[in-house]
């Protein structure tokens, strides 16, 4: 039996997309804002659109950035999609205040080396897994996903880093450590592709 | 990384229309549907533009936009009447990923700005709409009203600026007409232009798409090539496959079989 998945309304973050896939691929998933009932969750999604500032101060209000910590630290599995993937990071250069630290890595901006190639990286495009992963069993090969960002995440260790994506080079678009897992694109807006890694992080156990 | 090619669904009174020259909508069918369908085909995003909101004053319809996302897994900029930052943030919640913003580039610019440090860039579309002046040269129109001073590539620059993330650009004259895109308009505009720049208006078929991209779009958005079909318009959803969409912009569909090299590894291999 598994539980709901808790997707974090901090005010930022498409959350009707969400909702919308979960219900579609028949997983129970609901909004939660209270502190207590995040940090009693036992498995969570933070999506993220927005800035990077701009999330640390939605997640610092009413304290539900500290009790997603506490759901992290008490073994539940984690999802940080786009912005919220960079929030679980240390810091980003696109703002000045501290992000989560559930994940080693920091964010940069996107510096693609070829100047036709625009930022913000906006579309979709191929994600190649470094390793096998419970989290990508069902992910058809190649997959493709939808991608809207302007700052990339730098994982401090290399094993963390999962899958890369090619845009002027790569860069890191799936990362995870234990229970902690990030994804730079928007599964909720990558159709089948999306479908499958929702399903499947709703089935993982870290 | 293939440009994207977008559908347009133009929205009136919650039915999809299609336009000529933004004049003369003809019904086209329910909106719900269409979007399953170009959901179905895995279109690679979608544009719904109310094209009454402003012009009614009816303002936004967030129930009818509700039921419209909730049939699309891919992404969906709205535009029609948006004109505050806490309807975008309504809308956000609803699943659209980007709002395109037009009258309010003219009247409230800041609000682009505003939107912009919310949401981030990439969240905030900026339509420009360029006619022709009545003694020639192309300029950008304010629907309603005329005409603006402004050339087009300065006036999408400024909007860029502002904030903007990405530019609709539409031809206004080539709009429903399927006379091909106006390459000309986009090698202009695009020149001077860091973000990217979407090209919409004519489509005829695929091979209109790479020439567009040569002179500077970084994506293709189309209405009537993807909603009608033969001599006689029949109505017709239609969205070519991954591999034409590859083909057509004379790329290989291979997805790379090894992971590049990234940064932060004991490798230290330049990146991105």
Not at chain 1, 100 to 127: E, F, K, S, T
Not at chain 1, 161 to 186: E, I, R, W, Y
Not at chain 2, 77 to 105: M, N
Request: hydrophobic share 45%; charged share 20%; with cysteine.
């Amino acid at each position: 039996m598994s539980a709901a998945v808790s997707v974090i309304d901090y005010g930022l973050g498409n959350l009707g997309s969400v909702l919308n896939m979960f219900r579609r691929i028949d997983v129970h998933a609901e909004t939660v804002q209270d502190p207590e009932k995040i940090a009693a969750s036992s498995r969570l999604l933070l999506p993220g659109v927005g800035s990077f500032d701009a999330g640390v101060a939605g997640l610092a209000k009413s304290g539900i950035g500290e009790a997603l910590v506490a759901a992290v630290r008490s073994g539940a599995p984690v999802l940080g999609i786009c912005l919220g993937m960079q929030l679980l990071t240390s810091a980003s250069e696109e703002g000045e205040l501290a992000g989560l630290g559930l994940l080693d890595a920091n964010c940069v901006r996107l510096q693609p080396a070829d100047p036709a190639l625009r930022i913000p990286h906006m579309g979709w495009n191929w994600v190649t897994p470094l390793r096998p992963h419970a989290l990508m069993d069902e992910l058809p090969t190649p997959s493709k996903f939808y991608f809207a960002h302007s700052y990339r995440v730098v994982p401090q260790r290399a094993d963390d880093c999962l899958a890369t994506t090619d845009f002027g080079g790569g860069f890191t678009s799936m990362m995870v450590h234990d229970n902690v897992f990030g994804a730079q694109f928007h599964p909720e807006k990558s159709h089948v592709f999306g479908m499958s890694l929702l399903k499947s992080f709703s089935e993982w156990s870290p | 990384m293939r440009p994207r090619v977008i559908p347009v669904v133009l929205v009136s009174d919650r039915y999809v229309v299609k336009t000529t020259g933004f004049k003369k909508p003809v019904y086209v069918g329910d909106p719900i549907n269409t979007v399953k369908l170009f959901n179905e085909k895995q279109a690679d995003e979608l544009f719904v533009l109310d094209i009454d909101a402003t012009r009614t004053g009816r303002g936004i319809d967030f129930e009818f936009v509700e039921d419209v996302v909730s049939e699309a897994f891919m992404p969906v900029a709205y535009g029609g009447g948006v004109a505050t930052l806490s309807q975008a943030s309504r809308l956000f919640e609803l699943g659209v990923e980007k709002v395109v913003i037009q009258d309010a580039c003219f009247t409230r610019p800041g609000l682009i700005t505003e939107m912009s440090r919310a949401y981030g860039a990439q969240a905030v579309v900026a339509a420009v709409d360029v006619g022709r002046r009545k003694f020639g040269g192309p300029a950008v129109i304010r629907h309603g009203h005329g005409p603006v001073e402004t050339p087009p590539e300065a006036w999408a620059k400024k909007l860029q600026d502002l904030g903007a993330g990405e530019i609709l650009l539409t031809s206004t004259l080539r709009e429903g007409s399927r006379k091909g895109l106006d390459v000309d308009l986009v090698a202009r505009v695009s020149s001077d232009l860091k973000v990217p720049l979407v090209v919409n208006g004519g489509a005829d078929s695929l091979d209109d798409f790479a020439p567009a991209v040569k002179a500077g779009a970084s994506a293709i958005a189309a209405g009537t090539m993807f909603t009608f079909h033969g001599p006689r318009r029949a109505v017709l959803i239609q969205y070519p496959s991954d591999a034409a969409l590859y083909s057509a912009f004379g790329m290989s569909h291979d997805a790379p079989r090894t992971a590049r090299s990234i940064d932060g590894s004991t490798e230290r291999t330049p990146s991105v």
